[in-house]
């Protein structure tokens, strides 16, 4: 099983900071994705990388994924209340690649 | 609304008791999803199957067995629970399994045991 490390464990910032968060494995993804999860609900997908140096955007989130494909990171820009929520990051990985694991996730908190 | 059902929303049990969850996924989602989220483990896979066959195991206790019916919905049950089996359980389903497909995830059972 991959192992996924998220890092920070958690950030509080102000409306309006900018702030990044990584995820990182020593193994090399075969892709990877990025979920947020809000209180009491379950973690719903924003993007899935999969070439290596690849950058997607969506609106004020930035998803870059490693040259190397060890390594992802996650850029927000202007951060709003509605960001506040666990950014978790996911691969696929075992034999078949049937099995979806998760990092333990970074707890974001938007202050307005 | 992701389209994954998942019943009951919240359970209160006492330990040593067996209980049963369920789960329906999106229409025409053959891939089925299990897994646990605590505080201290984040979201822990339990178990996948495809079109009612099991795929992968993670670290799913014995004391834990799930199953996916002939109309696609799945079952996991939890018996002689304990305290610590106290936590969120997701079902996630996605039309094939793996090869980076995107998997939706229900609102979850908060299982509680006292």
């Known amino acids: 099983t991959q192992l996924l490390e998220q890092s920070p464990q958690f950030l509080s910032i102000q409306e309006g900071e900018n702030l990044t968060v990584y995820c990182n494995s020593s193994s090399v993804f075969s892709s990877l994705q990025w979920y947020r999860q809000e209180p009491g609900e379950g973690p719903v997908l924003l993007v899935t990388?999969?070439?290596?140096?690849e950058v997607k955007k969506l609106k004020r989130l930035t998803f870059q994924f490693g040259d190397a494909r060890k390594d992802s990171s996650l850029h927000i820009t202007a951060a709003q209340p509605g960001d506040t929520g666990l950014y978790l990051c996911a691969t696929y990985s075992g034999a078949g690649s049937y099995q979806l694991t998760f990092g333990k996730g970074t707890k974001l908190s938007v202050i307005p | 609304d992701s389209g994954v059902t998942q019943t009951p929303k919240h359970l209160i049990t006492a330990t040593g008791q067996r209980v049963t969850l369920r789960c329906s996924p999106r229409?025409?989602?053959?891939?089925v999803y299990w897994y646990q989220q605590s505080l201290d483990q984040g979201l822990q896979f339990l178990i996948h199957?495809?079109?009612?066959?099991?795929?992968a195991k993670g670290n799913i206790l014995e004391r834990f067995s799930a199953q996916q019916f002939p109309d696609l919905h799945s079952e996991l049950n939890l018996s002689s629970l304990e305290l610590g089996d106290s936590a969120l359980y997701f079902c996630?389903?996605?039309?094939?399994?793996?090869?980076?497909?995107?998997?939706?995830f229900g609102q979850g059972t908060r299982l509680t045991v006292v």
């Open positions: 199957y495809y079109n009612g066959e099991e795929r």
């Open positions: 229409s025409g989602d053959l891939s």
């Open positions: 996630a389903s996605s039309v094939d399994p793996g090869g980076g497909r995107e998997a939706f």
């Open positions: 990388v999969v070439t290596g140096g």
